[in-house]
């Protein structure tokens, strides 16, 4: 059964846009620092549950700066980071392998 999310905080879809591409940029740093494929490390949930934190929490240290050069909008007060973190587990299944 698929869940579908219905986005109601301009900040949050603005943090998740921003928290999605830092993912993105991670784990492929990741991925060309390691010698072997590393999908597999999706199926570790100690290892995403931090992977994961760590982006939220660079994200949200830098979020209005990172807001302030893009030119949009958002209050990290208003962020859902439950929503977020929930999107980003189901966009790390996106490099399973």
């Known amino acids: ?3 579908i999310f219905e986005i109601k905080s301009v900040s949050t879809e ?4 921003i ?3 830092s993912f993105e940029a991670s ?3 990741m991925q060309d620092m390691a ?3 590393v999908s597999y490390l999706v199926y570790d949930a100690d290892f995403m549950c931090v992977f994961i934190g ?6 949200s240290k830098n979020f209005y700066i990172i807001i302030q050069c893009e030119c949009l909008e958002g209050k ?3 962020v859902n980071f439950e929503e977020v973190a929930e ?3 189901r966009h790390s299944w996106e490099y399973c392998k």
Do not use: G, P, Q
């Open 19 to 21: 928290a999605e591409r």
């Open 14 to 17: 603005t943090f998740y846009n």
């Open 54 to 59: 760590n982006v939220i929490e660079h994200i």
């Open 87 to 89: 999107r980003l587990v």
């Open 76 to 78: 990290l007060e208003e």
């Open 1 to 3: 059964m698929s869940k």
């Open 27 to 29: 784990w492929k740093v």
């Open 35 to 37: 010698s072997d494929n």
